[in-house]
């Protein structure tokens, strides 16, 4: 592994955690745990939350002491975390971001102070400065807001005039500015965008320097870490790779444990019934004696538990109008300020869209438009005469009511449910017991997320319109929401900057681009591909008056969402891929058309078993049940028709696309 190199000294050894313990309000997190973080390794911090994971971030920064043990840090090595608050300030974001530098602040100030007569003191400083990198400083910093989603003409608007998740941003592009050793990044990605993802993916990479992220996302922990260290069950194991790869090593280790604990309970179970048998005789007392005491060296051994608590599906829909909801020719925006032009979509039952985009480029717009809460400022907005919308987004959960528990949310939400109903159906959600019972001001940003989706859950949507549903939610619930929403038997639109989720759960991609709205007739791999040219082209223009990038790699960030440059040389480039990308557009509705049927098809035949079952229940033929017997022959006609024309459907659709292919 190679070393951070600090002045002369290699530092191989960064951090170390010696018998480190962690109790948080009386309840033990993690202990015992004793580990080394080496230079340059990339650590992936995972773990449900509540496990601890905040807890030893604020124990390496030195803001929390450990219970028992100790956290030593190299002499010397600087730590550099995002700071979760912004001062409204005049300052501007450029500025800003250079304020991450600290070591350069100080060297500019020196500068500042001295006097003409200071020559020799004067030049010192500037060899610093040079060394510090400060003539670059500007086009670095720039080039990080870029990468973070700021237009060029906001990099000198004032920190005051953003808001709330762009200042974390800001925070965000400080905290990289940084040339401290260690770098600590706490969920950096929950108030960014897939575009914004996908650069500091590529940044992360490239940066040299000691890395302890903690991230509930995938992809991004996969693309960034080569160590992985998790929390579970009060104990944090540390394991050599990404994500993925410790998932690998923990799976077997489980599949391991869980052997052992069925060979140590047949052993027991053996040893104590020859006990059980024998204890009494005399002849053979020692014998059983000696299993007694192979019983006690036996030990305790666990069987393995499920880490899920989050078991939920979503209701069938009540019905399933289609088309849904209907945009045409539809102009979006804010006063006279148009977003979107034209756009026409139309939104069929069993659809399943994910929404692409840069920051700004109007998404959100477009799920509002959809919801019906944005007026459009041209064309028409159609709704299906029983369309029943669940709408997730950030503003969902900020208006919870923060004096209300999850369980008086829910039976506020739906008078109808019994007080048992609401609990079994919030246990499902993580609200159990005492749970449901907490005052929603005092859960965690991910508990107010749960509780934000359990409540569209109960209201059966036929559709479902998801703004960032992941954020601040864990990989267990992440997992656990993605299988809900694959089982989902109403039309999905979703935007994400999980790109597991997307790629779990959606089947076409729409893309929001330059005033408009068309399908990407392409996968998430080839979004990256599209967003690196539009970088590529406007990084060329930005680097004649940049020099160099915020980065060591040197990759600059998007213009803004209007400054994208034209794909058309890509595509020509992958001729092949947008031939394939079209048959599979030509392709996707008689392809839909098979998976309804095929759904279709699947209920009808479930309908007609459950008829058939009840024609064989004992006593039906009886004379006193003629008339029940007639209804259900009658049922059992009607399901069977159902089944006959379904298939005969399913039959001329499969071959529409067999010919079509």
């Given at each position: ?62 803001t ?148 302890i ?42 599949s ?41 060296r ?11 608590p ?139 997320a ?8 109960q ?7 998801l703004?960032?549903?992941?954020n ?5 619930m ?18 994400s ?39 590529q ?15 060591n ?41 098979v ?67």
């Amino acid at each position: 592994m190679s070393a951070w190199v600090l002045g002369q000294r290699k530092i191989l050894r960064m951090l170390s955690l010696n018998d480190v313990a962690c109790r948080r309000d009386g309840k033990r997190l993690f202990g015992d745990v004793n580990c080394v973080i080496h230079a340059g390794q990339k650590v992936g911090l995972t773990g449900a939350n509540g496990t601890g994971k905040s807890s030893l971030f604020a124990m390496i920064q030195g803001t929390l002491e450990p219970d028992t043990g100790s956290i030593s840090l190299q002499q010397h090595v600087g730590i550099t975390h995002v700071a979760q608050e912004t001062q409204s300030s005049e300052r501007s974001a450029l500025d800003y971001v250079v304020d991450g530098d600290q070591k350069l602040r100080l060297i500019q100030t020196a500068i500042d102070q001295c006097s003409d007569q200071e020559g020799e003191r004067l030049a010192v400083h500037l060899s610093d400065l040079e060394q510090a990198g400060g003539y670059t400083i500007q086009s670095r910093a720039g080039s990080l807001l870029n990468g973070l989603g700021f237009s060029t003409e906001q990099h000198q608007w004032p920190v005051s005039r953003f808001s709330g998740g762009w200042r974390m941003r800001l925070n965000l592009g400080q905290a990289l500015m940084s040339p401290n050793e260690l770098l600590l990044l706490d969920e950096p990605t929950n108030h960014l965008d897939l575009d914004a993802v996908l650069w500091l993916e590529t940044w992360l990479r490239q940066r040299e320097g000691t890395l302890i992220l903690v991230s509930h996302d995938r992809e991004f922990l996969d693309a960034v870490t080569n160590t992985t260290m998790h929390i579970e069950s009060e104990a944090v194991s540390l394991v050599t790779g990404n994500y993925s790869a410790f998932e690998r090593w923990r799976s077997a280790r489980l599949s391991n444990q869980q052997a052992e604990h069925e060979k140590a309970q047949a052993r027991r179970k053996e040893l104590q019934g020859f006990v059980d048998r024998f204890r009494a005789k005399a002849s053979k007392a020692r014998q059983a004696q000696s299993r007694l005491k192979m019983l006690e060296r036996l030990g305790d051994t666990q069987a393995v538990r499920p880490e899920s608590p989050f078991t939920f599906s979503f209701q069938t829909p009540d019905t399933m109008p289609s088309p849904l909801v209907v945009l045409q020719q539809a102009n979006l925006g804010y006063g006279e300020n148009t977003i979107l032009n034209k756009v026409n979509l139309t939104v069929q039952s069993g659809d399943r869209i994910g929404l692409l985009g840069v920051n700004g480029a109007g998404k959100s717009t477009l799920v509002k438009a959809l919801v019906g809460s944005l007026e459009l400022q041209a064309g028409s907005r159609i709704p299906a005469q029983k369309l029943r919308i669940g709408y997730f987004a950030q503003h969902q959960v900020d208006q919870l009511r923060s004096d209300q528990t999850p369980l008086q949310a829910l039976l506020t939400h739906d008078p109808s449910l019994s007080e048992t109903q609401a609990r079994t159906f919030l246990g499902t959600f993580g609200f159990a017991g005492d749970r449901a019972l907490q005052i929603t001001e005092t859960l965690s940003g991910g508990e107010r997320a749960r509780l934000a989706l359990a409540l569209i859950v109960q209201s059966k949507p036929n559709l479902l319109l998801l703004d960032e549903p992941t954020n601040h939610l864990d990989i267990v619930m992440r997992e656990s929401l993605a299988d809900a929403l694959v089982a989902f038997e109403g039309a999905l639109l979703v935007i994400s900057h999980d790109r597991t989720m997307l790629r779990t759960v959606v089947d076409e991609l729409w893309l929001v681009a330059k005033g408009s709205l068309t399908p990407f007739n392409d996968d998430l791999d080839g979004y990256a591909r599209w967003l690196a040219a539009q970088r590529q082209a406007v990084s060329g223009d930005v680097s004649t008056n940049s020099g160099q990038s915020a980065m060591n790699g040197g990759a600059a960030g998007v213009e803004s969402a209007s400054g994208l440059a034209p794909m058309d040389g890509m595509l020509d480039r992958k001729a092949q891929k947008r031939l394939d990308a079209d048959r599979r557009a030509r392709l996707a509705p008689l392809t839909k058309a098979v998976s309804l049927h095929e759904k279709a098809l699947d209920k009808a035949t479930d309908r007609l078993a459950k008829v058939r079952e009840k024609l064989g229940a004992d006593g039906l033929y009886n004379e006193e049940r003629k008339s029940e017997l007639t209804q259900l022959l009658a049922e059992e006609l009607e399901a069977r028709r159902s089944v006959d024309d379904i298939e005969e459907k399913l039959l001329e659709s499969m071959e529409a696309l067999e010919s079509a292919s």
